[in-house]
């Protein structure tokens, strides 16, 4: 017995008896939690169809076309309506992270009573969540495509107002009100943008501007009073984004807008991140291995999302 009480091994049959078990409930403890910094599907719809070994999937993007009209009594002369699309594909692939337990640290954990490789597994899962968190956010330049914050096919122009660093509320407002707008116009009004968002320091700024006239903060009172919630009458869903301090033209801040639905944008991961059986990779040792299958984001109608830069 060790010294506080927990079983030591002398070879690692014994101590694959004891750790094995304990890293299946690692395992499971481990998928439930939550990574507040990593929340990809919280900024976009995330399309989790498929398995960890599809290869891809076809996507199509494109406009609604067309246009009613009078027409005959006999129907002869009705127009059609029609959607431009075009046909691409999205190509989904393999990726993986892992960690090793040695014979040593099952020792280790058992004297202590420390649960077995918790950490270890915590830390492969928490590297994975960030892998598909940058692939949302930036895409990857080595699969050649790009993410929300940095699509070349968005509409983007510079704040109206400039650098928020000397701006007024009503300046701010009305930046806010612009990038909103520009959804909804250059969408001919079939879209109406849902969500913001502002770089962390600007949007804890505004968050900690008090109106003496309301009560409010400026982020409550921006939320509350907003061209889409005089619109649809809901509140606007307004993020930070620790990413978006240097992602405007020239490394200045960008902020954005766009409607989150699925009919405009996806980031498919048909395969959710999940961990193999572990396996001896020499007489001390074991492998445990992390596989997900990941797609890319992609945005269908580009004219549903704004960039407004330097803020």
Do not use: C
Request: glycine share 10%; proline share 5%; hydrophobic share 40%.
């Amino acid at each position: 017995m060790g010294h506080n009480g927990g079983p030591i091994f002398t070879d690692a049959q014994q101590a694959a008896g004891f750790a094995i078990p304990a890293l299946y409930r690692t395992h499971s403890r481990v998928f439930e939690t939550k990574y507040p910094s990593f929340d990809y599907a919280g900024l976009v719809p995330v399309n989790t169809e498929g398995d960890m070994w599809d290869i891809g999937t076809l996507v199509y993007s494109g406009d609604i076309a067309g246009v009613a009209n009078y027409v005959g009594g006999k129907g002869f002369d009705i127009p059609n309506a029609s959607v431009n699309l075009s046909q691409g594909s999205t190509g989904f692939y393999l990726a993986g992270v892992g960690y090793e337990l040695g014979l040593q640290e099952v020792n280790r954990s058992s004297r202590m009573g420390v649960p077995l490789g918790e950490r270890k597994a915590s830390a492969a899962r928490m590297v994975a969540e960030k892998f598909v968190y940058d692939r949302v956010i930036r895409g990857s330049t080595i699969k050649n495509f790009t993410g929300l914050i940095n699509n070349a096919n968005v509409p983007t122009a510079n704040a109206p107002t400039g650098s928020w660093g000397t701006a007024t509320v009503a300046q701010i407002m009305a930046d806010i009100n612009t990038v909103l707008t520009d959804v909804y116009t250059n969408s001919g009004e079939t879209a109406v943008a849902d969500t913001l968002l502002l770089p962390t320091t600007k949007f804890l700024a505004i968050n900690n501007t008090q109106l003496t006239n309301t009560g409010d903060s400026l982020l409550a009172f921006i939320q509350k009073n907003n061209s889409f919630t005089a619109i649809t009458g809901r509140p606007l869903d307004i993020r930070p984004s620790r990413e978006l301090a240097t992602a405007g033209a020239s490394s200045t801040a960008r902020m954005i807008a766009y409607e989150k639905n699925p009919d405009n944008m996806e980031f498919f991961l048909p395969g959710m991140f999940e961990f193999m059986a572990p396996f001896a990779t020499s007489s001390m040792t074991w492998r445990v291995d992390g596989i997900m299958n990941v797609g890319q984001f992609e945005l269908y109608r580009p004219k549903t999302m704004s960039y407004r830069d330097n803020i």
